[in-house]
């Protein structure tokens, strides 16, 4: 009984704030609900009809990001007036960029629409939270769209498999993902990179973990839980926005040391340029302002650092 409780502690202890997080996210849409039916709202979700409910709900995971993460967000200067396409590292949880979404809500009243992978679509009682908040699938044609419509529009390249197979080395996993830089090309934006400073170190993924990837390239499910949620500093940074100049050649971005091993066999299309220097900016990031590998002591001690880093 005592080694069947200490191991039931345990899994609470390592598994209780993911799901605390779970929890809100799901009391979230339950407080949308409550809004829409008081109001007898039919409105579209993304209309400033719904921005005293967004500021709500922004206020409370704001709290919570000062409160357990120490939150801090630099660089909202680097943001377009206009539209434009963010490109973060995606950690095992990606509540800090929940945290990015709040607070750029309240200090700009600026809504950045987020592309998701299909499984979050799945999820049952979230479908009124992610319109409202401007979770979309993605398309390339959601995309160009949204953003003829001024909105910034938000993606992580390594998406899941990111989440669930990076680690404290923060490895970027894209593969050859470059839709994204496609699409920038096609509505002539600026692409803007984005990190989160300790992300990994707030939340972790196990690392035996050949089973759970067997299973998530043959479903797409990501059925391995993350664990942790330590009270380590975030901060998030915004790097300067990326534009894409159709005359740039592939000796110049050789010459801004943007290694593309394909450089000497072919010339490079457009998008692989702008993909290839888009992930040299995330990465520029990450080694700037991480130390690797991570370190949870230190990113614990990083919430008594005043200073801005």
Not at 115 to 123: I, K, P, T
Not at 167 to 172: A, F, I, P, T, V
Not at 175 to 192: C, D, H, M, S, T
Not at 197 to 213: I, P, S, T
Request: aromatic share 12%; glycine share 6%.
């Amino acid at each position: 009984l005592v080694i069947i409780s200490l191991t039931i502690t345990a899994i609470l202890v390592i598994f209780i704030v993911p799901l605390t997080i779970v929890f809100f996210i799901y009391l979230s849409n339950i407080l949308l609900l409550i809004y829409q039916r008081n109001g007898e709202l039919k409105a579209n979700p993304l209309s400033d009809v719904w921005d005293s409910a967004r500021k709500t709900i922004a206020s409370f995971w704001d709290i919570y990001a000062r409160a357990w993460h120490g939150y801090e967000l630099h660089g909202v200067e680097n943001l377009p007036e206009g539209p434009g396409i963010l490109v973060y590292y995606h950690g095992a949880i990606p509540i800090d960029y929940l945290y990015f979404l709040s607070r750029l809500f309240l200090w700009k009243k600026r809504l950045c629409l987020s592309v998701a992978d299909h499984f979050v679509f799945r999820l049952p009682g979230l479908k009124l939270l992610l319109e409202v908040t401007g979770v979309m699938p993605g398309t390339r044609e959601e995309c160009l769209a949204a953003l003829k419509n001024g909105y910034l529009v938000s993606i992580s390249p390594g998406g899941v498999r990111e989440a669930l197979f990076s680690d404290e080395s923060y490895q970027l996993m894209w593969g050859n993902r470059k839709g994204f830089a496609q699409v920038a090309l096609e509505a002539k934006v600026p692409i803007i990179p984005m990190y989160t400073q300790n992300v990994r170190e707030g939340y972790r993924m196990f690392k035996e973990r050949r089973v759970f990837r067997q299973l998530y390239e043959s479903t797409r499910l990501p059925l391995m839980p993350p664990y942790g949620g330590l009270p380590v500093k975030f901060r998030t940074y915004i790097g300067e926005p990326i534009p894409y100049d159709p005359n740039i050649t592939t000796e110049e971005l050789v010459e801004k040391k943007f290694y593309c091993s394909s450089l000497h066999k072919q010339v490079c299309e457009g998008n692989f340029l702008l993909s290839f220097q888009t992930k040299a900016a995330v990465q520029a990031l990450i080694s700037k302002h991480q130390t690797i590998p991570g370190s949870i002591w230190k990113a614990l001690l990083d919430r008594f650092d005043k200073r801005r880093k």
